[in-house]
């Protein structure tokens, strides 16, 4: 396949600034963001137990996911922060509303909104590795959005074998989509 194009609606400075006057809380939601994102990805080991290349991927994919929970998790640790529970996701909440029912768009969507959450958490996660002043922090963090870029490709990949004719323009329409969102949502400290 050729290489992936995701254009990606850059995030606004103001949630760098934000973010890094509230770095603790950032952190407590991202770990659940890494949580959750394994979880995705094992649910499609759920419903497509039969796609042996895709069951394949995203395990090892959920694997790379769990790893970043106990890195963040020890960063908390580090910090002297306790997690909290999970303060809800109303990026990812809205962008799963444009999953279509019925297969196999079903299919098709899910990985495509998969790919855009990675996405658009590699570019911020970059972002706070640009910004953030703790050196070993910050390493962790181009680490991770180093990861979460290649797990992009994995979904973009894992769409285009799914649906070689459709996953582009389906693809475009999702990414408007979530330019939306992002405009539409207020700026907090939250990974999303
Ligand atoms: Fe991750
Ligand atoms: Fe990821």
Do not use: N
Request: charged residues 25%.
């Amino acid at each position: 396949m050729d290489a992936p194009t995701l254009p990606l609606t850059p995030t606004s400075p103001t949630w760098v600034a934000v973010a890094l006057a509230d770095l603790d809380t950032v952190h407590q939601d991202h770990l659940h963001c890494e949580r959750k994102a394994a979880q995705s990805a094992l649910s499609l080991v759920r419903s497509y137990p039969d796609r042996l290349d895709l069951v394949l991927a995203v395990s090892r994919l959920a694997h790379e996911e769990t790893a970043h929970v106990v890195q963040v998790t020890q960063l908390l640790g580090r910090r002297g922060v306790a997690p909290t529970m999970d303060f809800g996701d109303e990026y990812a909440a809205q962008l799963y509303s444009h999953v279509r029912r019925g297969e196999p768009a079903r299919l098709l969507d899910r990985l495509l909104v998969f790919a855009l959450i990675e996405a658009r958490s590699a570019e911020r996660l970059a972002l706070l590795a640009d910004a953030i002043p703790d050196e070993a922090t910050a390493i962790l963090y181009r680490g991770l959005a180093t990861a979460e870029d290649r797990h992009r490709d994995t979904f973009l990949e894992l769409a285009a074998a799914a649906a070689p004719t459709e996953w582009q323009a389906r693809l475009a329409v999702l990414a408007r989509a979530e330019a939306d969102v992002v405009a539409r949502l207020p700026v907090r400290a939250r990974i999303h």
